[in-house]
């Protein structure tokens, strides 16, 4: 069985929602704590964060993932729900949708990895050259990041100097690290493989044309929220993705890609107002 978790709940309306790399659900217990005063809520876990799994080395592309979640909904008996993404966890919901008309009405991707076909070819070229990707920014950071500390306090501090977290608060930052560290007898461990989140950033887009081929197969409504700075959502996917008239984007104003950490509330008005 496909590992998930679940959430204390109020609301009754399913939904399912897919994490980002790297970024595990608990990340997001500010924001999903927001959501299941009107959302029961199922998160499934990618393979970095299974008890056991296939090695990362073995991940060609992304559609590992999008299998995994269309197993986990067909073990859950996911139907008719509504789906949420952050980041990779927006590029599975929306392929899921495309594979399985059954799964989801309604869909909401926050600042989906979902690319422009000339950043999917260009990509392909580059990985002619292996040299080339290993030096990608994401790769490389996973690649070397540092997974052991002596105590929360040094993990905070260093995370709290990160440029990539200046505007989360310390609160939903301290929900971040409790999501990634765990505890041993005498330090905090990363608690998944840094390996894995680096082969994800590297196989990013190899089954992207999919979602372009596939396009004028989405019937149904879909949300999606990209941040004013540096967005992963860049122009040129927004033009082309907007051709479907059932597609809306809009933009969180002072916001980076990690603005379900920063903004988690007024993410949640937005979701709300969207589906209800």
Not at 35 to 42: A, E, F, S, Y
Not at 202 to 216: E, G, R
Not at 238 to 258: A, Q
């Amino acid at each position: 069985m496909i590992p998930f978790e679940k959430y204390k709940h109020n609301g009754n309306i399913k939904c399912s929602f897919i994490h980002g790399n790297g970024f595990p659900p608990l990340t997001y217990k500010s924001l999903l704590t927001e959501l299941t005063n009107t959302l029961d809520i199922t998160s499934m876990l990618l393979r970095p964060h299974w008890k056991t799994t296939t090695s990362p080395h073995k991940l060609d592309n992304w559609s590992l993932f999008v299998d995994d979640f269309i197993q986990h909904a067909k073990e859950q008996k996911i139907k008719n729900s509504i789906g949420i993404g952050h980041s990779i966890g927006g590029n599975i919901v929306l392929k899921a949708a495309m594979k399985n008309h059954e799964i989801f009405k309604s869909i909401v991707l926050l600042d989906p990895t979902i690319f422009a076909p000339s950043i999917i070819y260009t990509w392909k070229f580059l990985s002619l050259f292996p040299k080339v990707l290993e030096n990608f920014p994401l790769a490389k950071a996973a690649r070397y990041r540092k997974t052991s500390y002596i105590s929360k306090e040094e993990i905070f501090i260093s995370y709290r100097k990160k440029d990539i977290f200046k505007n989360i608060q310390d609160k939903q930052l301290n929900e971040y690290i409790d999501s990634i560290f765990i505890k041993s007898e005498s330090k905090y461990e990363l608690n998944f493989s840094k390996v894995w989140e680096e082969h994800i950033f590297l196989k990013s887009v190899y089954d992207d044309m999919y979602i372009w081929k596939n396009l004028y197969k989405i019937k149904i409504p879909i949300l999606i929220i990209k941040p004013d700075s540096n967005p992963v959502f860049r122009l040129n996917a927004v033009r082309k993705i907007s051709k479907n008239k059932n597609i809306k984007v809009i933009t969180l104003t002072d916001s980076s890609h990690l603005f379900p950490l920063e903004k988690y509330k007024e993410t949640t008005d937005i979701i709300s107002d969207f589906l209800f």
